[in-house]
């Protein structure tokens, strides 16, 4: 019922910057929160960074004071600001959605193909 489509993966070098696009289609106005997760063979997917229509924020540690989630209801497309980026950033990166508020991965029913995020050294 609700498509997501991730932009703005490639290769960076270390110190420099990206910015991921998601854009949600179909039911796209019964989507509230969105998300950025990322996930690095073995490990499963974790939060990068989380957003509700309403505005509130979530974080992962490893990201904060260097990624900024900001969406555009209107258009219910999330962006993700990556500013000095490191080589364990590297990962491919997913864009998910809910109909509800929450964050966690096995609620949010919506997911994207991802895209992938390289930085070198």
């Known amino acids: 019922q609700v498509q997501l489509l991730e932009s703005g993966g490639g290769s960076v070098r270390a110190g420099g910057s990206l910015r991921l696009s998601c854009k949600a289609s179909?039911?796209?106005?019964?989507?509230?929160?969105m998300a950025w997760y990322r996930q690095v063979h073995p490990r499963p997917r974790e939060l990068v960074a989380g957003i509700t229509t309403g505005g509130s924020l979530t974080y992962g540690d490893s990201v904060k004071g260097r990624f900024t989630i900001s969406r555009d209801n209107a258009e219910v497309t999330a962006y993700l600001q990556m500013d000095n980026l490191k080589p364990e950033d590297t990962a491919v990166y997913y864009c998910?959605?809910?109909?509800?508020?929450?964050?966690?991965?096995?609620?949010?029913?919506?997911w994207g193909k991802g895209t992938l995020v390289n930085v070198s050294a």
């Open positions: 998910a959605a809910s109909t509800g508020s929450v964050f966690v991965a096995a609620l949010l029913e919506y």
């Open positions: 179909g039911d796209r106005w019964s989507v509230n929160a």
